[in-house]
């Protein structure tokens, strides 16, 4: 009974990650902020799936699920390596984005100075 609950609790977890980082690409206003989508809540969302599965086929043979271990550390490893080749990507065909670039942040010499309280 807790077995099936643990295993049924990952897999709903999986599956609640695995949708909200799908919302996130539709929703989400520009290319440098949907990446956040598929590179944080869906690999969570896939992990627990597989640690669900894991839980699951280790209790069901009695032998320890090495095939979950290794997607999930490969996921692991090339979801961050995806990211980071596609926000190059899209730095260097200069697709918008809502963030401000850094020359238009003023440097501290053009900021206002706050002349505090005692002033």
Known sequence: MIFEAAVALLILIGAVFTFIGSLGILRLPDFFTRLHGPTKATTLGVGSTLLGSMVY????????????????????????????MLAKAGLHHRLPSIAVPPEKVPSEEQRPVDPGPNE
């Open 57 to 84: 086929f280790t209790g069901a043979t009695g032998e320890f699920s090495i095939h979950e271990v290794l997607i999930t550390l490969f996921l692991m490893m090339t979801a961050p390596l995806s990211a980071h």
